[in-house]
């Protein structure tokens, strides 16, 4: 018969301590006593009854750690996997004529991908900042995010706006013109 879980989980990891404990003193105390003598025989008798009390005890305590384990709340996880595959927009690497190329990939990877969040947008677009020219911008934006800073960009219309005046095309016709 099982004893109760007891309420103290330390309390049966102790018992299981002991429990083991014993068993190997029991075994230790059974080699020499494998003798032929009399005396022998009941040193052995004893050990053999000292270990099957010491195994009984061990087994009651691991099976109450157990069930306590087995009751405990289980943590729940959940993982949603995207069904669609839709390529990433390519990284930004700093080229003022290619800023709002950028942006509208970003904007179309967005619908496309169903990422509504400003945070995971704003996020997302500034891990794909790479190169000289952008990394201290996108380096001081996380920073601000995981500072919690106030003055942070906080959704993605307001971070399009400052991405722009930071690295759009000041002068789109002229650089139209001088690739013609």
Request: overall charge negative; glycine content about 4%; some cysteine.
């Amino acid at each position: 018969m099982l004893t109760p879980i007891p309420t103290d989980e330390s309390n049966s990891v102790n018992v299981l301590q002991n429990g083991i404990t014993s068993i190997l003193e029991a075994i230790h105390n059974l080699i020499p006593a494998w003798g032929t003598t009399a005396s022998h025989l009941n040193t052995s008798v004893q050990s053999v009854n000292q270990l099957a009390t010491t195994t009984a005890q061990s087994v009651a305590a691991s099976a109450n750690i157990s069930a306590a384990i087995m009751q405990m709340p289980q943590p729940q996880i959940y993982i949603t996997i995207n069904p669609k595959s839709i390529p990433l927009p390519n990284e930004y690497k700093g080229l003022r004529d290619k800023a709002a190329d950028f942006l509208q990939a970003c904007n179309q990877y967005f619908a496309q991908a169903e990422v509504t969040r400003d945070e995971v947008k704003i996020a997302m677009a500034l891990a794909l900042m790479k190169g000289d020219k952008t990394s201290k911008w996108s380096e001081n934006q996380l920073e601000l995010i995981q500072e919690g800073k106030t003055d942070v960009l906080t959704n993605w219309a307001q971070f399009q706006q400052s991405f722009k005046d930071q690295f759009g095309d000041c002068t789109p016709q002229e650089t139209a013109a001088a690739k013609i």
